[in-house]
């Protein structure tokens, strides 16, 4: 009888667990991937640095971002650092 007590706490803690940690970050890594997939040149873009700028091309795993008003900033960068898009069309798109 003790042991199905201890069993049932196991279950119990471990359904806790997963319900508040392992879920939501699942749910969190889908939405980033989502964000990631919907860039096109043209958007806005904030960086997880903080950093403003608009993407040029958009390839595989990398995005080429234009920083600054004088035109001449460009740096590739992976998808992973964008935390926020704003559409050209002036829609945003963000993590939450």
Known sequence: MEIMIIVAYVVVFG???YFMSIRPQKKQQKQMETLWASMEPGDSV????GFYGTILDVMDDTVIVEFG????????MQKQAIAQIEK???ASVEEK
């Open 15 to 17: 359904g806790l667990i």
């Open 69 to 76: 008003n004088n035109k001449n900033c460009r740096i590739p």
């Open 88 to 90: 050209a069309n002036g």
């Open 46 to 49: 904030v960086t997880t640095s």
